[in-house]
């Protein structure tokens, strides 16, 4: 084995100066859009108050009358990583994966570039459909969602992560996935609904 000083000492050199460029290099590159805590506990306080104020498909109470609805809220990062998540009381305990796939679908298949919804699956996965058989897919993040309550979320036009609403019906679901996504709305340019020229849909 060559253990020639010279040789070391001129590898390691090489070595630090290629680790020194490469921290130069990260120093210059733009800091990647993300949520903040502020951002994520506004996201869920919104989606929280327009559940109260939304009337349930389906729930009543002993006289019948009809009541708020009541969900689970969760939000992802661009990643797909849980980040926060509002559960109100007697909520569905089944919708809380469906909430959290919703949101783990929107932020899957949007981009900085395009924006979907999980009701923007639906016509788009059914049989002929340019992303029929799409649901087979991602069984390990727990499956995707085809139905509306999953929105992505964008800060200064990128995608930051997303929210999905569950425990209702789906078109109250998405109301309040909509409230909740209030200041942080994908670019219209960029929406499904927009690019297709209304073909496919964002939102009902």
Known sequence: MNRNPRVIRTVLA?????SAAGL????????AAALGADD?????DQAEQAAKKEESLLRVNAEGKKQPT????????????VVGQRSMAD?????IAIARSKAYTAVAFSSNENALTTRTLGPLTQPGGPLWNIGNSN?????????PGGMPLYHNGELVGAIGVSGDGVDQDEKVAEAG??????PKAIRVDTVTNNGVPYTK
């Open 14 to 18: 090489a070595v630090v100066l290629a």
């Open 24 to 31: 130069i290099v990260a120093a210059t590159l733009p800091a």
């Open 40 to 44: 994520i506990t506004k996201i869920l």
């Open 70 to 81: 009541r969900m689970h809220i969760i939000v992802v990062d661009r990643g797909g990583r």
């Open 91 to 95: 909520a569905w305990v089944g919708s």
């Open 139 to 147: 069984l390990a993040e727990g499956g995707l969602i085809e139905f």
């Open 181 to 186: 996504a209030k200041g942080f709305e994908a």
